[in-house]
């Protein structure tokens, strides 16, 4: 029996890379150029931005068990199963974006004072979160559609899509932010609408990219009978998913939580150091979703040997240029931290974090990489497990100890979070290296 052709890392990387780095950028482009407005806006957006990110974690998991069955049943050669799990993806994430966003409308108030938000950013943020948060159901659909393209090696046509949305979101916030083309000057709440009109167009496009490259319809036969065990299928991988993702996110609130407690400065300080972080993460991400592309083909043609060795060398390249970037970042901290802002208290608070952001970004492609592959693969409990354990034996608490007891501040955080991504690294290498994932697969 012949091996199974799969493309190449670096075929699937590059697209990957380039589109989660705009993805990134249209979810950061705000703070930026927000820098420009006030730093109260960037830190007002920054905290809220940290509630929406529970979002992506939420969608995420239909998106993830959407990828995951897509690859395995296109390594299989099943052209209807995939047609309906595509179809029950978009259903599923259309639902969640209502419901979120309804939440996110009516809850608002409970949820921007449980993260302890200073009231004065509140009142800043306020629409810009009702935006963004209620109008969520633009993004679900969109990375659905990603993520079916990815799974059939076809990421370069969403990179395409991100550029345009990413050219749509800036112009729309250079209108709102510095009066482009007459326009009021609306601050956060501009950039709401913004975010949510290029949204709103790169979901329809998306949608159409999909169809046409996926050669998908929606059609009758995919619901006669409904396919509930597609259903079935997207939760088993996709609820300890979430619950992993999600514990990941509450934990980052009950941290930022602890910053709030630090004042207005140590909280943009924050936002721009994750902003710092969420680029740096992006290689790392882009081969990690790469690797689970090949992984999850090879494991649904039986060639799991091929697939392990997959996993290994791409976590060897992934430590080197996360290693790489990140120590590149530190030596240009000043430089980099420039462009933000000139606030002499956000440098001095920001700059003493960057040399450990190293120990905490090799730590985590360590994760990134391996978790990956083990869910591809079909092994969806144990990342769960040891993420939930972690998060709040080791990052939480210690976040704690080192910045309020100890008064670290945001260094104490950083070297809690790394402590937390390395003993999660640790644990991943070894399940991997077992090999008991090898008769997890869902065909």
Known sequence: MSELKIKSLVSLTIPIFFELLLITIVGNVDTVMLGHYSDEAVGAVGGISQVLNIQNAIFGFINLATSILCAQFIGGKNKKKVHEVITVALILNLILGLVLGAFYTFGWKIILNLIQLPKELIAIGKIYFLLVGGLCVFQALTLTCGAVMKSHGNPKEMLYVNIGVNILNIIGNGMFIFGWLGMPILGPTGVGISTVVSRAIGCVVAFLVMSKYCRFKFRRKFFKPFPFHVIKHILSIGIPTAGENLAWNIGQLIIMSFVNTMGATMITSRTYLMLIASFIM???????????IQVGQLVGAHETDRAYSKCLKSLYLSIILAFCVTTLVVIFKVQIMDFFTHNEEILSASLKVFPFMILLEVGRVFNIVIINSLHAAGDIKFPMFMGIIFVFIVAVPFSYIFGI???????????????????????????????????KSFI
């Open 282 to 292: 992006t290689f790392s991400i882009a081969l990690g979703h790469g690797t689970a």
């Open 405 to 439: 007891n100890l008064g670290m501040g945001l260094v104490g955080i950083w070297i809690a979070n790394a402590m937390d991504e390395w003993c999660r690294a640790i644990a991943m290498l070894i399940r991997w290296r077992s090999k008991k994932w090898e008769n």
